[in-house]
Structures are given as structure tokens and as C-alpha cells.
């Protein structure tokens, strides 16, 4: 059973770090999209950054560019997004999904499985 777990959320205040993990289960397979998206209360689900298990290509949003860096460790089967210099417009609550999609369109994919979430909220 394909399992997804997020952990690594908090608060932290403007300018912080986060270090969040995606620890995948369940996939048995060197190819497919790790993909992280957040949401925020009342508003749309937005895709954060996608990397492709197998080549390592990343890809990210234009909102966290230059802030945000995804990578994984084929080891611990989980993906991690480092996230710095954290803006308040970053609250929300993030969660990682993985599926066989077209990763560099990681955004618009509908992903078959989805975690939980961890919730990320950044003070002014």
C-alpha cells in the first residue's frame, strides 16, 4: 500500500527555515514525480516543487525560486524541501504527492496519492 508521511512543519517567524520530509512507502518502482503543494485557507492548491526519482530533475514554482531547494535520498525513500527565507504568504499547509505524471507539469498533474500534510505558518 503506497503510504506518504510529511513531517518537519512549525511556526517560525519571517526570514526562518523549514526543513520538511516526505518519507514514501509503497512504490516500487527507480521512476516517478514527487511532487509538493501547499494550501492556505480559502485559497487554490498551489504546486511548491516537483522532482522526478530516477533522473533527479527538479523543478519549482515561481513563488519559492531561489528560496526553496527539493532533493531526495533514495536511502531513506524520502524526498525533503528545504525552504529559507520564509515569507508569511508561505503559510499554509504543505503536502507531498507521488505518482507516474509528467513531472515538469508537476502543478496541473492529478497525483493518485497524497499524505497528509504538515502545516507550515510563518509570522510577520
Known amino acids: 500500500r503506497v503510504q506518504l508521511v510529511e513531517s518537519g512543519g512549525g511556526s517560525v517567524q519571517a526570514g526562518g527555515s523549514l526543513r520538511l520530509s516526505c518519507r514514501v512507502s509503497?512504490?516500487?518502482?527507480?521512476?516517478?514525480?514527487v511532487g509538493w503543494f501547499r494550501q492556505a485557507p480559502g485559497k487554490e492548491r498551489e504546486g511548491v516543487a516537483a522532482i522526478h526519482i530516477g533522473d533527479n530533475f527538479t523543478y519549482y514554482s515561481d513563488s519559492v525560486k531561489g528560496r526553496v531547494t527539493i532533493s531526495q535520498d533514495n536511502a531513506k525513500n524520502t524526498v525533503y524541501l528545504q525552504m529559507n527565507s520564509l515569507k508569511p504568504e508561505d503559510t499554509g499547509l504543505y503536502y507531498c504527492?507521488?505518482?507516474?505524471?509528467?513531472?515538469?507539469?508537476?502543478?496541473?498533474?492529478?497525483?493518485?496519492?497524497y499524505g497528509q500534510g504538515t502545516q507550515v505558518t510563518v509570522s510577520s
Open positions: 504527492a507521488a505518482d507516474f505524471v509528467r513531472c515538469d507539469k508537476w502543478y496541473r498533474e492529478d497525483f493518485d496519492d
Open positions: 509503497g512504490y516500487f518502482y527507480s521512476s516517478y514525480c
